[in-house]
DNA sequence: CGAATTCGTGTCAATTAACGAAAAATGCAT
DNA sequence: ATGCATTTTTCGTTAATTGACACGAATTCG
C-alpha cells in the first residue's frame, strides 16, 4: 500500500520481458523451476511465457533441455543503434558549438575508409569551408575521419596504409607518420587536421561513442587558418571534445 | 495430427513485443494512432503497452511526443553477444584476413538454421557485398554457414533437407548434392559457397571451435567473382582456415 | 481566423485471457 | 524398479486486459 500510484503497467509483458532479461544475463540456459525461483513467478507462468517467447523467436530449447535466449534480442537491438538518429542527439551540442566557435560544425559516420558528413550547420563568417551533407572525405585527413580512426586503428590501419594519396603539402602520406599522428590523437582525445585535405582548411574532431565504447561518429569543427588565433587549437579541440562527450552521454540516457 | 499444435502465446507479450520490434526498425518515433493502425490493435491497447514499456525503461517519450525505442533493447541483446567474448577473440584475426585480402570479412554464429553476423569488416574495393550485423543467410549456402553446418551435419542434416529453396543457380537444392559437398567440406578443412546465396557472389567460411571441439562460429570471406583470379579459392580457403584456427587457440587460452 | 480533423490520454464495464494449484508426464539417479 | 525433481498439461476462477467512448489539445484546412 506504501506504494505511489505507479503508472498502469501490463504484468504480463513485464513478467515476460523480466524473463528476456535474465535469460540474456546468463552464460547458460536455464531451466523452468529456477527461472520461476529467481524472478519470483509461479512455474505454470514462467512456463506459459516461456512458450511464447519462443514462439516469438526470443528463445529456444538448448540440447540439454533448458532455456536460452536467442540472438533474435541482439538483432531487434541492433536496429535501434543503425536507426538511432545521430542528427537529432547531436543536433544540441551542434548549435552550441556553432555558437562558441562560429565555425562549421559537421557530423560525420564512417563509411568504408571516407566520412560521410550526414549534418553540418554553416560558418557564419564570410569565408566558408562548403562541403555538402552527404559529402565524403577521405578518413586520414580530416578532423572527423580522423578521430574514428584513431578509435579503430588496430583494424583500419592496414587498410589505409596503401591508400594515403596527397591533398596538400600537409597531407600524410607517410604510414608510420600515420602511426605517431594516431597515437598522438589518442592520447589528445581529439583529433587535428592540420589542412591535409583542403589547403589553408583546418580541422578538428571528437568521437561519438555507444555505453559499450563503440565509436558511431565523430563532431567536426572546419576552420579556414585565417580565422585561427594564437591558442585557438587546444580551445577548440577542447570544445569539440566535450561537446562530443555530452552527445555520446545523451546516448547512453536513451 | 500432421498439425502441430499452435503454441500458446500471450496476446500480451506479444504485442508488447510486436511494438517495440516495430519502434526499433524505424528511424523517427511514432505516435499511438500510427502504431495502433500499422500494428492492428486498439489505440487503448496501444497506449497501455507504450506505457508499460516505458515504465520498464524500453521506450521513451520523443520531445516531438512520439514514442521511439530506447537503448535499452540494445543493451540487453548486446549480453547475450556478450557471454560469448567471441568478437573480442576473432577481431584480431579478420584484421588479419581483411589485410590479406582486401574482401569483406564476416563473424558468424549458427541460430537455428541460419547463420547471424556478429562481426564485419566493409571490403575496400568498390564492389562490395553488404549484409548488416545482425543480418542473416540460410546455413546451408554461405561459406560460414556451410562451414557450421559441416561440423554438426549429423544432427543437422534432417533439419535443412526439407527447407532447401533455391536462391540462385548454384543453390544447392538437392540433399544428396549437399551430402556430398559436405563431405567434401569437412576433408577440405573449409567451406566454399560457389554463389549459392547471392547471384556472383562467392564466399569462404571456416570453423572456429573450443577446446572440446564444439563448434561456436565461423570466419569468413565474401568475394565478388569479378576480383577472383585463378588459383584465388584455394589461397583464400587456406587463409580463412588458418584464421579460424588461429582463434580457436586464442579461445582456449581463455 | 474559425471549423474540422487528428491525436494523445482518461474512464469504465464486460469479458477475455492470464493465472495458480494440482495432477500428469517425463527424466534422472540410485 | 523405485523415488525424487523437473517439466508440461489441465482446468476452473478471477483479476487483469481489453475496446468503446469521450474529452481536451494540437494540428490542418478552408
Redesign the interface.
Given at each position: 500500500m506504501t506504494e505511489p500510484i505507479?503508472?498502469?503497467?501490463?504484468s504480463?509483458?513485464?513478467?515476460?520481458?523480466k524473463i528476456?532479461?535474465k535469460l540474456?544475463?546468463?552464460?547458460a540456459g536455464m531451466g523452468v523451476s529456477e527461472l520461476s525461483r529467481e524472478l519470483d513467478l509461479t512455474k505454470s507462468n514462467t512456463f506459459?511465457?516461456l512458450?511464447?517467447?519462443?514462439?516469438?523467436g526470443?528463445v529456444?530449447r538448448e540440447p540439454d533441455k533448458s532455456y536460452a535466449?536467442?540472438?533474435?534480442?541482439?538483432?531487434?537491438?541492433?536496429?535501434?543503434?543503425?536507426?538511432?538518429?545521430l542528427r537529432?542527439a547531436a543536433a544540441e551540442m551542434m548549435a552550441y558549438l556553432s555558437h562558441e566557435t562560429k565555425e562549421t560544425i559537421y557530423l560525420a559516420v564512417r563509411d568504408?575508409?571516407n566520412v560521410v558528413y550526414i549534418d553540418k550547420i554553416e560558418s557564419l563568417k564570410p569565408i566558408r569551408s562548403w562541403n555538402p551533407i552527404g559529402g565524403t572525405a577521405p578518413i586520414y585527413c580530416v578532423g572527423t575521419g580522423k578521430a574514428i580512426l584513431s578509435a579503430n586503428y588496430?583494424?583500419l590501419r592496414?587498410?589505409v596504409a596503401p591508400?594515403l594519396q596527397l591533398f596538400t603539402d600537409k597531407t600524410i602520406t607517410d604510414i608510420e607518420a600515420l602511426d605517431r599522428d594516431m597515437a598522438a590523437t589518442q592520447l589528445r582525445g581529439y583529433a587535428v587536421d592540420t589542412g591535409e585535405f583542403r589547403q589553408n582548411i583546418l580541422s578538428f574532431g571528437a568521437n561519438i561513442a555507444?555505453?559499450?565504447g563503440e565509436v558511431i561518429g565523430a563532431l567536426g569543427v572546419s576552420v579556414p587558418d585565417v580565422n585561427l588565433a594564437e591558442g585557438d587549437v587546444e580551445k577548440i579541440g577542447a570544445l569539440v571534445q566535450h561537446a562530443a562527450r555530452t552527445v555520446s552521454e545523451n546516448?547512453?540516457r536513451?
Open positions: 505507479e503508472p498502469r503497467v501490463d504480463t509483458l513485464s513478467k515476460g520481458l528476456l532479461e540474456t544475463s546468463v552464460k506459459r511465457l512458450q511464447t517467447l519462443m514462439a516469438l526470443y529456444r535466449a536467442t540472438l533474435k534480442t541482439w538483432q531487434v537491438g541492433r536496429s535501434v543503434v543503425e536507426n538511432l538518429n537529432t568504408g575508409l588496430a583494424i592496414d587498410q591508400e555507444l555505453p559499450d546516448l547512453a536513451l
